[in-house]
């Protein structure tokens, strides 16, 4: 490993994340926590303890990105999401593409251009059914580990229909189905169908250009995955680290500071 050279910090709704790159661009560690109320000192302190980790008294130059960007105090510069994700995934695919990132609280689709630069973008960050919130509340609800979602949805052998197009109805729906003794898993993947076809719906307003890509802590979703090819019709791609891409992305734009 050669020198780490620079810090990306994404302090995103519901998880805070940070990666450091050496010289070559390369991730050389991250570290990731659940976001808590006081994001200023969280970021600080990961930021002091990514330095630690790598032996280095004085942490390189900061990027930040995420819902909580303006927080980051250590930061040379702040930057949208939109741009870290590209940027980010971009140079650990080595391709462009169509880029649907769905984290805790919203869900983008971003068209890849040249170098990684987004040339088009739809976002989702009013309604709580097309995001990763959607799947935790639900999950919450079932009394399923968020972790468990994607595999059971996949090994369901029928779906219950979810018709509701809203978080809090959609409860409803579920609390009605498990009254009716529907089986769980059947639930479980009806509810990822819901939320995948907001998802190809918002995606296609960009332009679907191969492949689709996944980055954010839902595409370490497997139902998610398989059942957005299904939908889009087209392979889905995933890069390494798909939660730290907008962290990633930040190091490199901090690299290049
Ligand atoms: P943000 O950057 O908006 O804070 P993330 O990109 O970290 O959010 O995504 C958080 C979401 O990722 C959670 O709401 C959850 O749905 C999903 N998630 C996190 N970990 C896992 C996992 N191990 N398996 C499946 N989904 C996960």
Known sequence: MSRVLAFGVDAGSTTCKAVAVDATGTLVASRLEATRPRLEEQAAAMVAALAADLGT??????????YGRQLVR???RCVTEITCHSRGVFRALGHGGTLVDIGGQDAKAIRIGEGGR????????KCAAGTGRFLEHTAGRLGVPVAELGTRALAAREEEPISSTCTVFAE????????????????????????VGRIVAMARTVGLEPPLILSGGVALNAG?????????????????H?????????????LEQ
């Not at 987004?118 to 960050?125: G, S, T």
């Not at 009716?180 to 819901?194: E, M, P, Q, T, V």
């Open 57 to 66: 008294a004085e942490p390189p130059p900061v990027v930040a990105t995420g």
């Open 242 to 254: 798909p939660q730290l891409m907008g962290a990633y992305g930040a190091a490199l734009l901090a």
């Open 118 to 125: 987004p040339v088009d973008f739809a976002m989702n960050d």
């Open 172 to 195: 409803s729906e579920i609390i009605s189905l498990i009254g009716r003794g529907a089986d769980l898993d059947a639930i479980i993947r009806g509810l990822h169908r819901s939320l």
């Open 224 to 240: 998610v995955r398989v059942m957005m090819e299904e939908a889009a019709g087209m392979a889905v791609v995933l890069p390494p």
């Open 74 to 76: 250590v930061a040379v």
